[in-house]
């Protein structure tokens, strides 16, 4: 019977990308969590990606959010909740085509934690793209940004 690193080799030896891709983003995500607890901070890695675009977008809407990360409503309803109770977060409802619509602005408390974690995720970042050109790392990104493309395109199931 062969082992899971044997397994998981093989898989990776397949033809398939996305199994590369899974793989190094589980493990970026695996260092990132364990820098976050390290902190002490009660933080989950998507709650920091929503207070880094907070810190960037003010006021946008759940619906929004929802749409840039991909979440479902209900899930990041929750996060949110979570991060207005922590103190990171203010919800205001405000009226947008005459519905009630959630407006999200990051606190001070909020930005601080940001701050505080964009050193880390830089680090982190400079350890994963470590022997990485610049002309490697553009390649990639378009590379990426084209299977992103491709898998919002119609006709995808």
């Known amino acids: 019977m062969k082992s899971l690193t ?3 080799s ?3 030896k397949e033809q ?3 199994p590369h891709i899974s793989l190094t983003a589980f493990k970026f995500r ?3 969590t364990s820098y976050i607890k390290s902190l002490k901070l009660d933080l989950t890695i998507d709650q920091l990606i929503i207070l880094r675009i907070l810190s960037f977008t003010p006021s946008i809407s759940q619906n929004e959010l929802a749409e840039i990360l991909s979440k479902d409503k209900s899930n990041l309803s929750r996060m949110m909740d979570s991060l207005e109770k ?3 977060i203010l919800r205001e409802a405000g009226l947008k085509s005459k519905r009630v619509v959630k407006k999200n602005t990051i606190t001070a408390e909020g930005e601080k934690t940001v701050k505080k ?3 880390i995720a830089q680090t982190l970042h400079s350890r994963a793209l470590k022997g990485i050109s610049q002309q490697e790392l553009s390649t990639l990104k378009e590379l990426l940004q084209k299977i992103r493309d491709n898998l919002n395109s ?3 199931t």
């Open 6 to 8: 044997e397994n998981l």
């Open 10 to 12: 093989e898989m990776l």
């Open 16 to 18: 398939f990308i996305i």
């Open 30 to 32: 695996t260092k990132a």
């Open 86 to 88: 922590k103190g990171y």
């Open 117 to 119: 974690l964009m050193n």
């Open 154 to 156: 119609e006709g995808i």
